[in-house]
């Protein structure tokens, strides 16, 4: 049988990445992106996990999965994207993980991150959702991955440097028209009420200094069985599916889809 010769892929019609970011690392960004990951899976849908954070461990290390295969691969040319996925049995979902040690998104040739984004964005295809968890910062790299996303949830907590960095990371994708679609999730919060407040001074120096007015995906509790899940290396929706966090992203998911 001959084989067409392939136009060069146009860009999705149906997008449907989330990208996860935040500006300052520490906030949670990995453990919130597996979670809603999960829960998205739960809800019936098939899901893909792509750990942008690459050189660091993260999705590995915090669901204790030792993956065959990785993105560090897919980046030094030896397999394609669409052959990194590792199923994550207990949550039903795929995971492209970046093992550690594997080279940082940031060591990476632009044009390289360009190229894996186009993948990520064909191989998303397969999908009904795919969740991306960016890394730490708002260098090039990370913007450009980003560009990937239908919808980009900035995480912050109650930290001034948090809510400073995240303000940096919207005030950078709104002027570069990144994403339009930008959405706040509060995590650690000491309360709903606390983490409305945080929103509330997020969404005031944006209103002000960016003519920008983002919604809020969520408010998520802070929860010690969130550190006992990720101590023990499982899913928190395995775990404790009805504790306060994991209700919190549950319904942050269920807003997302709808
Ligand atoms: N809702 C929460 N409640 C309690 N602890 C949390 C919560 N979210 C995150 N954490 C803690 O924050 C730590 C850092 O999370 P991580 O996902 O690695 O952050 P990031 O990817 O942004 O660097 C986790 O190890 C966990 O202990
Ligand atoms: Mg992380």
Not at 85 to 99: M, N
Not at 138 to 144: A, F, G, M, Q, S
Request: charged share 30%; glycine share 8%.
């Amino acid at each position: 049988m001959k084989v067409a010769k392939l136009a060069p892929a146009p860009r999705p019609a149906r997008r449907n990445v989330v990208a996860v970011a935040s500006g300052k690392g520490g906030v949670g960004k990995t453990w919130f992106s597996i979670t809603l990951a999960h829960w998205l899976a739960r809800q019936g849908n098939r899901v893909l996990l792509f750990d942008g954070d690459l050189g660091l461990a993260n999705v590995d290390v915090q669901l204790g999965i030792t993956p065959r295969r990785d993105l560090g691969s897919v980046i030094a040319g030896r397999i394609p994207l669409r052959e990194a996925a590792t199923r994550y049995e207990p949550g039903g979902f795929d995971i492209l993980a970046g093992r550690s040690g594997s080279g940082s998104l940031s060591m990476t040739p632009l044009a390289r991150v360009a190229e894996l984004r186009e993948e990520l964005e064909r191989v998303a295809q397969r999908y009904d959702h795919a969740v991306l968890d960016l890394g730490a910062g708002i260098e090039r790299p990370v913007r450009l991955l980003a560009g990937a996303a239908r919808t980009c949830l900035v995480i912050a907590t109650d930290e001034p440097t948090s809510i400073t960095d995240a303000y940096a990371f919207i005030k950078v994708t709104r002027a570069e028209r990144i994403v339009d679609d930008i959405r706040i999730v509060v995590n650690m919060a000491g309360s709903v009420r606390e983490g409305e407040r945080t929103y509330l001074t997020l969404r005031r120096a944006c209103n002000e200094f960016l003519k920008f007015d983002p919604p809020l995906a969520g408010v998520v509790r802070r929860d010690d069985k969130v550190k006992d899940s990720i101590r023990r290396q499982a899913s928190l929706v395995t775990r404790h599916p009805t504790c306060e966090a994991a209700l919190d992203v549950d319904a942050i998911a269920r807003e997302l889809v709808e």
